[in-house]
């Protein structure tokens, strides 16, 4: 059989079924799931789903083209109490998935862990609520008594200060991840023009850079339309230029293009600093993967790349990485520009760029709160 008839052959005989299949290419990449899969495993509808199911794909990938078939279990608990069957078919080079039969019961506790991650992260934003307000009264009161902010005290201020946006950071990533892994992700698609929209976000960023002397130079060539969560993808370019003022060097310089390419707009974010080795590289969108140039493997929660690369992929669109260490990084990322039956979709403005710097608990502050100073007052 040809490829194409195989994987016609299969989603016939599955498309109806209630036992949960997926089919992906032999780089373990999904490319067709059936109802009862995306609905109890939602992650799968997405073409990079199954790094959801098992991280290490590489392994799994090597010992399924040696053995043919392969049984595994898996290292996510949206996953856990099912066992996976792989089955390579040769000649057309498709992988057929099939999970072992999941009880009600198991799903249920599945899906409550998307409460009980919501219930994690409110248990630290409720005191971190009063201990910002105490921050902010003790450098009230400080600067009466005299104190100026440039002596010791208000260094440690600012220490644990720092500290508190880098928890509440933290907290907001796991439980976006969580809900992009549960399919419980809500999203409000706008049309938006490109130039004119991001350009605002990008003039509140450039205080931060400039802060940090590094300039942040913008080429927005075409002013193009596109669908997208405009608060999503915002968040997107914050998260990437945050890892630039981060993971810095002398004379480092962050420059972010946008040109149209086709039907495509395609976006890149590059920077002159630390680069990455091909180890770190390999596993930048891996979850929960860390890596700092003097921390090692503990600079953060290791899930900024990841939720990038989930936002991308929620808007139909790809993401890459080119890197070298020691030379410097670019993020390629494209998303589809407007078709003809979406231009009578209202256009969506942007606030001024005045209005990202307004709120001290905004996702600029927040991200860019482990290279500058955060508000405490």
Known sequence: MSPHSDLEYIEKLYSQSTAPVAVADKKLNIIWTNNAAATLYPSLTMPDGFIFINSDTDKISAQLFDKKSLTITSDSFLFSGALISLTYIEQSALVLINFSPVSQEDYKT??????????????????????????SSISRQLQKDGIQKNEAVFDSLRTVNRSCYNILKNCNNIVMFNKYKTASIQS???????????????????IFTNA??????????????????PDKIGLVFINLIANCCKFTRPSNKITICAKKSGERMVFTVSDLGCGMSEHV??????????????????????LGLTIAKLIITEHHGTIAIESKKNVGTKI???LPICGENEKNIPLKFSAP???????????????????????MA
């Open 188 to 206: 409000d698609f706008q049309r938006v023009s490109v130039k004119n929209y991001f350009s605002e976000l990008f003039k509140a960023v450039s």
């Open 110 to 135: 599945a899906v409550s862990n998307d409460k009980a991650i919501s219930s994690f992260s409110n248990q630290f934003r409720s005191p971190l609520t009063i201990i910002f307000s105490a921050l």
């Open 281 to 302: 590289l390999t596993h930048a969108f891996d979850a929960f993967f860390s890596y700092d140039p003097k921390m090692q493997y503990c600079s953060s929660a290791g």
């Open 353 to 375: 760029s005045s209005d990202y710097l307004s709120d001290k608990f905004s996702d600029l502050f927040i991200h860019m709160s482990e290279t500058s100073n955060c508000p």
């Open 212 to 229: 940090l002397y590094i300039p942040l130079e913008i080429n927005l060539e075409e002013n193009v339309d596109i669908i997208c969560d």
């Open 332 to 334: 390629i990322f494209s």
